[in-house]
């Protein structure tokens, strides 16, 4: 009985993770890219399983490709959020000279921000999940 049980459970297991795409488990930051350069790691752990189990193996590429979970990050353009934090004062206001400074010497991007709009205004709760105080 134990046997059966033992049996079961790793079949299971190993259903589950053929079932599911190795990027989309080990690199859920990754889902929405479109198209990059493609991460070996995770195209090999996708060719192992499709070794074992071929259906699942072609699901497991299809979803990564899918989601673009399979491509590495665009490092490019990618800033980490406490970096642009130092734009941002006190009061929850963008400062552009700033934003226009840290873009320069981080990416090397010329963008004037002399004219910069805000489009689109953040309610409290955006603002609080950045730590920020809600505008008055």
């Given amino acids: 009985m134990r046997l059966k049980a033992l049996a079961s459970v790793l079949l299971t297991t190993t259903l589950v993770s053929q079932l599911t795409a190795c990027g989309s488990i080990f690199y859920p930051e990754r889902r929405g890219q479109i198209s990059g350069e493609i991460d070996p790691g995770v195209a090999i752990l996708n060719g192992i399983g499709l070794l074992f189990y071929v259906i699942p193996g ?4 299809a979803v990564d490709f899918a989601t673009g979970a399979i491509y590495f990050p665009d490092e490019r353009y990618t800033l980490a959020p406490e970096r642009l934090q130092e734009a941002v004062d006190a009061q929850g ?3 552009p000279l700033k934003l226009e400074a840290i873009l320069q010497q981080d990416l090397g991007l010329q963008l004037p921000m002399q004219h910069a709009r805000l489009l689109n205004s953040p309610n409290g709760a955006h603002l609080a999940l950045l730590g920020l105080p809600a505008r008055t």
């Fill in 58 to 61: 072609l699901v497991a590429f």
């Fill in 93 to 95: 206001q963008v400062d």
